[in-house]
């Protein structure tokens, strides 16, 4: 039975780009003032590294292991990579930064602290390869692309395949591509290759001028001359790394360094019986011009290329074909990065495979600009990445460019600290969860991007969170409580605590014949019953005119089908985040304003302000662009100003008079000023809604003053379901409080 020409005979509709992609990224960090290996140990706040899925130590104290999950895509695996390389990124000691560069900088025997790792055989394994191969072999880091066939693909090509077995049918079908990825390995030396010098003293002997990849030579991270394992057949080859570890040439199966490792199973004999179920392809230098190492156009090329080797025949005499292979990589490895390929490099074989891969199953046009991209580079390796990396070279050293390079990406990584990067697009709160998640150690799967709606697993321990927050914690009925502007100020009167007196109506005629009964109202508040965000909130603290409460109460209207007309509260109002009985931020939110400087109108005003790079739209800053509608156009014509008007200097302008953030409010952290009495006063409340996460809004005339039940010096005007969590860390003014890892730590106290 052979799996050759088994793609020339498939149905051209075969899912033939279906599989499953994971990453690995090695990276070393590096102290920034020295430039030499960092002395300090894995980060504590990175969690416990004996389980974390996504960021572990690898050989050294300072060498890290960036580790995505297994996806369905290669954007999707390197979007993953992009948010863990973001948290390592922030993790690590601000005097510390990740280096770009698959060799490290100079470094001696001595610097290296094997890491500290509390399982035993991991220590002695760090221990055997330092007597093996030396300490300083160890720093060199790299990528691993991890590649599965997809279920659907796997299943299509055996049922049109001559084999009984499915497990036979994949192991043979992955054994082929094996072989020929080993076969066409220097394809991607030369491509790829981003390693040509070692800094002085790696090695005994001094370099002189630049290869195209040491870590893909003899001179990388090879297994001596007597490790021989042979792919001839997946029977030999498990007998192969079987004899090696019997006989101590290898002191376990994963010290077997191939470019292409069988994966699916700890024990290669496991293959036999249960099949293979991936490939880890670990032959990448890290691609010092992107921050994750591997740029988009390289996992998609990689991805066309496999299935190019699916297409060609595997080898006949595999042992002396893979052999010939191995030399001709070599030669390319060693090679000068300016060279072009040797004239006995195979190369249109792979082009053609790849050309007509694309042509049988009607790939988009994106395939066929990628080998366009392919024959570029081939024709002028100056477009390369080592042609690249050799203009960098300075003085026989890359140390200059990569401390550069390495700290430009760390400067990156605190850019926008608020975001999650690679998933800017979902709610902000929700990404400073992914991003507690990700730090600590737990699993994380996006259920449903839109929904923001998470599923955290941590061992047997699963959690489900919508919106940041909103969890398994809370009753099904206590969010619809709260959304209800009128059920929350009963339960809360009828528990005693002090909320504004007021009307519902439920129809836009009822509300406007009513006016008469708050025409002579000192102050009032119109507001939809049941929506967040402050939309739809119109507050007039002196008489109302006809025409702005008909205004107003149209506008509330506009966001529900009922609203409330309440009495409006002087002083000034506060959110409150409680969780689990405990209040844990206080924020002042200003309305949204502007301060005159004498010369400019409220627009330029406004334009400038929302300049500020913590302002955005859709939740996804720290601060909302403030809008100039018809609500804010409104406040305006009461104070008398239009968009045209130049406010006097230092004068203030509010825009609104609901404070909401959502809104183009400031945010003010007040923690530590606000008297304590008020912090167990929202706990009380939300405790009275039986809340396990709550927004709590209170009115406070001097938040100094203690409260007190006769002297009613706190009234709650609002409860939120589902608080914000950015506006509290992030603020205008202040420290800022971190109240998303309470709430990881709330939902895992295992941690």
Not at 81 to 99: F, N, P, Q
Request: one cysteine or more; glycine letters at 6%.
């Amino acid at each position: 039975m052979t799996v050759d020409q088994i793609l020339q005979n498939s149905s051209t509709s075969l899912p033939i780009l279906q599989g499953t992609f994971g990453l690995e990224h090695e990276s070393l960090r590096i102290d920034r003032q020295s430039n030499h290996l960092s002395q300090r140990s894995h980060p504590d706040r990175l969690g416990s590294r004996n389980f974390h899925p996504y960021i572990q130590t690898d050989y050294s104290e300072p060498q890290i292991e960036l580790i995505t999950p297994i996806s369905q895509s290669t954007k999707e695996a390197r979007r993953f990579l992009r948010a863990i390389t973001d948290v390592a990124g922030r993790s690590i000691a601000k005097e510390d930064y990740l280096w770009p560069l698959s060799m490290p900088p100079q470094v001696s025997e001595d610097e290296i602290v094997i890491a500290h790792l509390e399982d035993a055989f991991e220590r002695e394994y760090r221990e055997h390869l330092a007597k093996v191969y030396g300490k300083r072999l160890q720093t060199i880091s790299g990528i691993h692309y991890n590649f599965g066939l997809g279920t659907d693909l796997l299943n299509q090509l055996f049922q049109q395949s001559n084999y009984q077995d499915l497990v036979a049918f994949k192991n043979d079908l992955y054994l082929k591509l094996a072989q020929n990825f080993i076969k066409y390995r220097w394809f991607l030396t030369y491509l790829y290759g981003a390693s040509p010098i070692a800094e002085k003293g790696f090695f005994d002997h001094d370099w002189d001028s630049p290869v195209r990849s040491i870590r893909n030579s003899s001179l990388g991270y090879v297994n001596h001359e007597s490790v021989k394992i042979s792919y001839s057949s997946l029977k030999q080859y498990v007998a192969d790394i079987e004899a090696c570890v019997a006989d101590g040439r290898l002191i376990a199966e994963k010290e077997f360094y191939s470019p292409v490792r069988l994966r699916g199973s700890k024990r290669s004999r496991d293959f036999l019986e249960r099949g293979i179920t991936y490939l880890e392809f670990r032959c990448f230098d890290i691609d010092p011009f992107d921050q994750q190492g591997i740029a988009q156009e390289t996992l998609d090329t990689v991805h066309l290329l496999v299935l190019a080797l699916l297409w060609l025949d595997g080898p006949e005499a595999v042992d002396k074909e893979l052999a010939a292979a191995e030399k001709l990589n070599e030669h390319i490895a060693k090679a000068n990065p300016l060279e072009p390929l040797p004239n006995q490099a195979p190369i249109e074989d792979l082009l053609q495979a790849m050309r007509a891969v694309i042509e049988h199953f009607s790939l988009p046009p994106y395939y066929s600009q990628l080998v366009d991209q392919l024959e570029t580079q081939l024709a002028d390796p100056r477009l390369t990445i080592g042609g690249r990396l050799a203009k960098e070279i300075k003085g026989a050293s890359l140390e200059e460019f990569g401390r550069k390079q390495g700290q430009t990406f760390s400067n990156l990584a605190w850019q926008a600290p608020y975001a999650l990067k690679g998933f800017e697009t979902m709610e902000l709160s929700t990404q400073l969860i992914m991003f507690d998640v990700i730090q600590k150690g737990i699993q994380l799967e996006i259920l449903d991007e839109s929904d923001q709606f998470l599923k955290l697993t941590l061992g047997d321990h699963t959690e489900y969170v919508k919106n940041g927050n909103m969890t398994s914690k809370d009753s099904y009925i206590v969010p619809l409580a709260m959304e209800n502007k009128t059920v929350t100020k009963k339960i809360l009167r009828q528990a005693g605590f002090p909320v504004p007196e007021g009307a519902e109506f439920h129809c836009l005629e009822e509300a406007l014949d009513d006016f008469a009964r708050f025409s002579h109202t000192k102050g009032i508040v119109i507001k939809p019953k049941s929506t967040n965000f402050g939309l739809g909130i119109s507050i007039f603290k002196d008489n109302v005119s006809q025409d702005d409460y008909t205004k107003a109460v149209k506008l509330a209207f506009a966001e529900d089908d009922s609203i409330l007309v309440e009495d409006y509260v002087a002083g000034t109002e506060y959110r409150f985040f409680v969780l689990e009985g405990e209040t844990l931020a206080v924020l002042l939110r200003q309305p949204a304003n502007i301060i005159g400087d004498g010369h400019s109108t409220i627009k330029k005003l406004v334009d400038k302000k929302n300049s500020n790079p913590l302002r955005g739209t859709g939740h996804r800053s720290p601060l909302e662009k403030i809008e100039l509608g018809e609500i804010e156009r409104l406040m305006l014509e009461q104070q008398g100003y239009t968009l045209d008007s130049i406010p006097d200097k230092d004068s203030r302008i509010n825009l609104r008079e609901n404070s909401n953030i959502s809104t183009g409010g400031d945010s003010i952290d007040m923690t530590e000023q606000m008297h304590p009495s008020y912090l167990e006063l929202a706990a009380q409340m939300a405790e009275a809604m039986d809340a396990w996460v709550c927004g709590v809004d209170l009115i406070i005339p001097d938040y100094r003053e203690p409260y007190s039940k006769e002297a009613a010096n706190a009234t709650c005007i609002e409860l939120n379901f589902n608080p914000l969590m950015y506006m509290h860390t992030y603020c205008a003014q202040g420290p800022g409080q971190i109240v998303s890892t309470r709430v990881i730590e709330k939902l895992f106290p295992e941690l």
